[in-house]
């Protein structure tokens, strides 16, 4: 007695340190709780323990069976139940300890077992109620998260079949803008073919005529003719490329030579240049050849190098033009490329580049129809045209063009 005395001091005091052990055994969990070194239903588990034996302890001090802290140790597997939803084994063993506890008790206090049996059977039952409840939640908040991913997965392919809705639409108007546009050319086309040519026959018969009778005071007069008759040929220039774009499909049996449609184009667009800078090409060898025909890739060629060649021209301060061909070999078949060290394409002109009528050409020198023209005529044999910015200064034009099948050898 006299070293409990010495060690504990009277009960209030030994009831201090039955509770700082458990504040302190609380405080240890918690740090490896935070540390991750134990699981949620071990630290559930081991916070139940500490919890009942603490109380335990407490109300054996305090009266046993008579303590009015008896009942708590009802509540402990209910607030595990409680807290530590997503696990049953924490509560079953809070539920056991608190068993035991309840039956040690009464054991101690002398309860005879007629009396234990009854009051044990409802503790239990109070504990079933916990882990019935825990395992009702833990499905509820299953289902719950489960309900959850469905109608994630619904609203994303929701929004996915909106974007395929939404692009299936555009390309609908898309593609019925381009039949307007075919059939208003085809019917300019006609319209305007025939009294242009009248006009033309009618102008060259006046210079004709005028030839060597106008005073030279009348130069001017002269002028204004070969001015009218520039005018002309650019209307003549504007209905062919009309002509062509609402004219029908290449026919899919005509094939191109890479090789010599480069070389073709190159002579073409040297003209051009007058001179006053190169094209180069860079060609691997032994290209099969291409679905396109022979006269449409030369004329998607040219119009690419003259894109390059204005494209350079418009660079400030001038420098030599240097545009470059180049074409190459890939699994889908053959891979050209026009690059010119010019200016390169405004970013917000590039979505744009192959749309019909469009052109950041000054008035009266670009139609708007000569890519849109290219990128047709590439569209309807399954090929590909797409435009890009080269990181080290000027624009890059991709060709990407499927190779013949082997069956088929005669070129358009």
């Not at 139940?48 to 708590?72: H, K, M, W």
């Not at 395992?135 to 974007?163: G, N, P, W």
Request: neutral net charge; charged residues 20%; proline residues 6%.
């Amino acid at each position: 007695m006299g070293l409990q005395t010495l060690l504990w001091g009277p009960p209030p005091a030994l009831l201090f340190w039955v509770q700082a052990l458990w504040i302190a055994s609380f405080a240890l969990l918690g740090l490896c709780v935070g540390a991750g070194r134990l699981a949620p239903w071990i630290s559930g588990s081991l916070s139940g323990l500490v919890s009942i034996v603490s109380l335990t302890a407490i109300i054996d001090f305090t009266g046993r069976t008579e303590s009015p802290y008896f009942v708590t140790l009802i509540s402990v597997p209910l607030l595990l139940a409680m807290f530590t939803p997503d696990s049953s084994a924490s509560t079953l063993v809070g539920l056991v300890a608190m068993v035991s506890a309840v039956v040690g008790l009464n054991v101690r206090a002398g309860v005879s077992p007629q009396v234990l049996l009854p009051q044990v059977v409802t503790y239990v039952l109070i504990g079933s109620i916990g882990l019935y409840g825990g395992r009702t939640y833990r499905k509820l908040a299953q289902a719950e998260r489960v309900a959850q991913e469905e109608r994630l997965r619904a609203l994303e392919q929701l929004a996915e079949s909106e974007r395929v809705r939404r692009q299936a639409e555009t390309e609908r108007a898309e593609v019925e803008r381009l039949v307007l546009v075919g059939q208003l050319a085809s019917g300019v086309a006609h319209e305007v073919n025939n009294p242009l040519a009248f006009v033309k026959s009618n102008l060259h018969y006046l210079d004709k005529e005028l030839e060597g009778v106008l005073s030279p005071e009348k130069a001017e007069l002269r002028e204004l003719l070969s001015e009218t008759r520039q005018g002309v040929l650019r209307i003549q220039q504007i209905v062919m490329d009309l002509r062509r774009f609402a004219r029908p499909a290449p026919e899919p049996e005509e094939q191109g030579c890479a090789q010599e449609a480069m070389e073709e184009a190159q002579r073409m667009a040297a003209m051009r240049l007058h001179g006053r800078g190169e094209v180069v090409l860079e060609v691997a060898s032994e290209l099969p050849p291409v679905r396109l025909g022979q006269r449409y890739l030369v004329q998607v060629l040219l119009n690419l190098l003259l894109n390059a060649a204005d494209s350079v021209e418009e660079v400030v301060p001038p420098r030599p033009p240097r545009i470059l061909m180049r074409a190459k070999r890939t699994r889908e078949g053959v891979r050209l490329e026009v690059e010119d060290n010019g200016t390169g394409i405004p970013q917000h002109v590039l979505p744009r580049l192959f749309e019909p009528f469009f052109t950041t050409k000054p008035p009266g020198k670009g139609t708007g129809l000569g890519l849109a023209l290219c990128r047709e005529y590439v569209a309807r044999v399954g090929g590909t045209l797409s435009a890009e910015n080269r990181p080290e200064g000027g624009a890059r034009l991709i060709l990407s063009l499927g190779e013949v099948s082997e069956g088929s050898t005669s070129l358009a």
